[in-house]
């Protein structure tokens, strides 16, 4: 059975204050690892897909890595704005499912 | 740009009746699928479905029930609420890939209570 694991849970920074949330997963085969941004009272919000070892991308202030256990959200600099829960999935072999972790919440302070 | 609507967004049901969620999607997509998010927990499948008519059980799928009559639309029915239904439900729908793996699209969700 495939398995996210998202830590720290919460994270508080001042702004510009750099940092990273992490995702552990075992999985069947990875596919595909994503990435999704959820504002509160919102739907996720797709970021960027991630698809083999070593392999980055980047959005704004964003940027995620991928290594074959784990995967990272870097946020540099934050602002205010960039206060959400981050939410990491993965796909295995089944092309049709995801499975998600709980999720990192991040609120930014000015 | 509509993308996936969920309707509605807000429901308080007591304990035993019935209810209809409904997900429309106007990109065309194939697959749909319905989530609920509970505090702490990630997004857990409750039902998908990959094409009109076809549905499959995801992994919570007890004391749900799902209709994929039209490509466009993605019904979920709770025979009988419980308590433990009380939740936020999501519809996401997603493309099939032509090589790639498309990203699964998310409304903003219903929250449902079960009194």
């Known amino acids: 059975e495939d398995q996210v694991t998202q830590s720290p849970e919460a994270l508080r920074l001042q702004e510009g204050e750099s940092s990273s949330l992490n995702c552990s997963y075992t999985?069947?085969?990875?596919?595909?690892l994503f990435w999704y941004r959820q504002d509160p009272g919102k739907g996720p919000e797709f970021l960027f897909t991630l698809y083999s070892a070593g392999e980055e991308k980047e959005k704004e202030r964003l940027k995620a890595t991928l290594t074959k256990k784990e995967s990272f959200l870097h946020i540099t600099a934050p602002k205010p704005e960039d206060s959400a829960t981050y939410l990491c999935a993965v796909q295995g072999v089944n092309d049709y499912k995801l499975s998600f972790g709980a999720g990192t919440t991040v609120t930014v302070r000015a | 740009n509509a993308g996936v609507t969920q309707t509605p967004k807000f429901r308080v049901l007591k304990t035993g009746q019935s209810m209809t969620l409904l997900c429309a999607q106007d990109m065309n997509h194939e697959y749909m699928y319905w989530y609920r998010q509970d505090p702490g927990m990630g997004l857990r499948l409750i039902h998908y479905?990959?094409?009109?008519?076809?549905?499959a059980k995801g992994e919570v799928p007890d004391g749900y029930n799902v209709s994929r009559l039209k490509k466009q639309n993605f019904l979920l029915g709770l025979e009988s609420a419980a308590p433990s239904q009380t939740s936020v439900y999501f519809c996401?729908?997603?493309?099939?890939?032509?090589?790639?793996?498309?990203?699964?699209?998310f409304g903003d969700g219903t929250r449902l209570s079960i009194l």
């Open positions: 479905s990959v094409g009109e008519g076809t549905t």
């Open positions: 996401a729908s997603k493309a099939r890939g032509q090589g790639t793996f498309q990203p699964q699209h």
């Open positions: 999985v069947s085969g990875l596919r595909g």
